[in-house]
């Protein structure tokens, strides 16, 4: 049984609890960011439920177009291999225009040359802003769908891990759950720092309030990511079964540190995440972004340089918030801003580094190069908070 299925009635009986607790309070003290609204408890609530059926199509979908699996798998590198080709030669032929137009300023040029070649030029641009996205689309799903299939749990215990078998003891307990925790950790902080893996995230952060609804807030489209993999518990000797129950257990005790109803744990602080510390992740205040990272424990934050205790009033969602309670706006919005990017580039290394740098590293750019202007156009634009 998945445990966080399970505990779907938990969910409602303690959100109806903390709203009415926040709803007395805010009778006394005033509103604040943590008070239920119905447009964006319900923008969550769908969040929830479509993180929960939509992988259901997508795992099976992905599988279907895994390399060396199907032949979709194989139509599907070749589709890359093709729009890499193709929008390679459009940069090619935009560039050499360019450096002819730029050669032949000085001097007379016919009509007719000009015409064409400024024909040719919008071909070039036409052909890149579809083949360019279509190249990094097929090409990820080709990396992700054979990563996971590579590094999936079932896998790994069989290449090795049923040799070292840990047993269903207290052992390999600990080394599930400490393990995930570990693993999480890096995976979380990964999500953070690299934009096509907020733009899976981000959909956690998108809210402005900061309640148990928010932790329904789930990402829908982690098919397309490219994780330090959980799959390596099962090569070190824990069982598949297990693997899946540490997963269910560390969500679970993601849910209930998503409140302001409780403000310390006291000594728990230090060892423990806590609402306090997890306040602090959502926050878009400058000095609370990307921290604490952790999910049970914040050790691993402590240890690696991403803590940060929770010192001002916390101001939630992100930097540039998506004004949207519409869950395809929310499920997709980056998704959207880096197909825009990407469309918009006129080199693989721009191409590439919408896709694999840092989130914030993509309105440097507009800002140094002076499109600011253009990606503000883009109404649901977003950076890490």
């Known amino acids: 049984m998945d445990l966080t299925v399970a505990a779907v009635p938990v969910y409602f009986g303690t959100m109806a609890a903390e709203r009415k607790w926040l709803e007395r309070r805010a009778a006394g003290g005033g509103p604040s960011q943590s008070d239920y609204t119905k447009p964006d408890t319900l923008g969550s609530l769908a969040m929830g439920v ?18 060396g699996k199907s ?17 390679t030669i459009a940069d090619r032929v935009a560039d050499a225009l360019d ?12 009509d007719c040359r000009r015409q064409r070649r400024r024909r040719w030029r919008r071909i070039a641009g036409h052909v890149r802003r579809i083949s360019g996205p279509a190249a990094m ?13 590579l590094t999936d749990p079932q896998r790994q215990w069989e290449l090795g891990g049923r040799d070292r078998d840990l047993g269903n003891g207290p052992l390999a307990w600990t080394v599930a759950i400490a393990g995930w925790d570990f693993i999480y950790y890096w995976n979380h902080r990964m999500m953070h720092e690299t934009r096509f893996m907020w733009a899976h995230h981000v959909v956690h952060h998108s809210s402005e309030r900061y309640n148990l609804s928010t932790a329904l807030r789930q990402p829908i489209a982690d098919v397309l990511g490219v994780w330090v993999p959980y799959g390596w518990l099962s090569r070190m000797g824990v069982r598949p079964t297990l693997v899946e129950q540490a997963r269910a257990i560390n969500l679970l005790y993601q849910y209930w540190i998503h409140t302001d109803a409780i403000r310390s744990l006291g000594r728990g602080e230090e060892v423990l995440n806590t609402p306090s510390h997890h306040r ?17 424990l914040i050790i691993w934050d402590r240890l690696f340089g991403t803590f940060q205790r929770e010192e001002e009033p916390v101001v939630y969602g992100l930097t540039k918030n ?3 309670y519409n869950p395809v706006v929310i499920g997709t919005h980056e998704w959207n801003d880096i197909g825009r990017d990407v469309a918009r580039s006129t080199t693989w290394r721009d191409r590439l580094s919408f896709v694999f740098r840092g989130p914030g590293w993509a309105y440097q750019h ?20």
């Open 137 to 149: 689309l097929s090409g990820g799903l080709a990396v992700t769908t054979t990563f996971h299939r």
């Open 322 to 324: 998506i004004e949207s």
């Open 50 to 67: 479509g993180s929960l059926v939509i992988p259901l199509v997508t795992h099976r979908l992905a599988r279907h177009l895994t390399p």
């Open 280 to 296: 602090v992740h959502h926050g878009a205040n400058p000095k609370y972004i990307d921290r604490n990272h952790g999910s049970i």
């Open 71 to 87: 032949k979709y798998g194989t139509a599907l590198v070749g589709t890359a291999v093709a729009a890499v080709a193709v929008t």
């Open 99 to 110: 450096r002819d137009r730029d050669d032949a300023s000085g001097a007379a040029t016919p």
């Open 366 to 385: 507009h800002a140094d190069h002076g499109t600011q202007a253009r990606a503000e156009e883009a109404p649901h634009a977003s950076v890490p908070a």
